[in-house]
């Protein structure tokens, strides 16, 4: 089987599979698709990409590189992501591994959200549309919690959220109504909520405080 991996801070506005997918597209010939992670580092190079999100194709060549993995998991110290890259790049020499790093347009992350103002801005206004939306880059959940909220990006209703939506799980356990869970959590319309004018959002936050002293209002 081919392998489709994400962290769960990854938000899709299209399918992504049906590019992956296409018979006659421009990466058909691709083994490993990726986000490009942002970082120019050494530790990364040469792909620099994010293991928060990428597809792999099921052949000789990537069994290999994943058995290759596994093999070096004590090097892995937390992310596999650097382990990965440097095994990427001893295959594409050695193996004919072809690797591709997607697009930053179209798979954004978190080097985006934080750098690139003019994308975010395209994107919040809607005239950008991209694929997913990784936000990486950001140092706690606590903090990508906010920032998905304030992108309007965020459909758990606030009850549900952490340990509180395991107690309603449980008080909702044996329901007649099978989407009884659902029903209480899940929000059709984003739940937007500002926190920090200098942050991406979905509306103006000109009334919150930045979070990153001295920058100016996103809007």
């Not at 620099?48 to 990537?62: D, E, I, K, L, Q």
């Not at 990006?153 to 959220?161: G, I, N, P, S, Y």
């Amino acid at each position: 089987y081919d392998l489709l991996f994400q962290d769960v801070d990854v938000v899709w506005f299209k399918n992504p599979l049906e590019l992956f997918h296409k018979k006659d597209g421009p990466l058909v010939d691709y083994d490993m698709l990726f986000q490009d992670d942002g970082a120019r580092s050494q530790r990364f190079a040469p792909y620099s990409a994010n293991s928060g999100f990428y597809y792999v194709r099921h052949n000789p060549r990537t069994v290999y590189l994943f058995t290759s993995l596994m093999y070096h998991t004590d090097m892995i110290d937390g992310s596999h992501q650097d382990v990965l890259i440097q095994l990427m790049a001893e295959h594409a020499s050695l193996f004919r591994l072809k690797v591709k790093v997607l697009h930053d347009e179209d798979f954004p992350t978190g080097f985006h959200y934080h750098r690139r103002k003019d994308l975010m801005k395209s994107i919040m206004k809607g005239t950008t549309v991209p694929y997913v939306f990784h936000i990486s880059w950001t140092n706690n959940k606590v903090d990508k919690l906010k920032y998905l909220k304030q992108m309007g990006l965020w459909h758990v209703e606030e009850k549900c959220e952490d340990e509180k939506g395991l107690t309603l799980i449980d008080e909702l356990k044996g329901h007649t109504d099978k989407d009884a869970v659902f029903n209480a959590c899940c929000s059709v319309e984003p739940l937007i909520k500002c926190f920090y004018r200098d942050k991406p959002s979905k509306i103006p936050c000109k009334e919150s405080p930045p979070i990153d002293k001295g920058r100016p209002s996103f809007w």
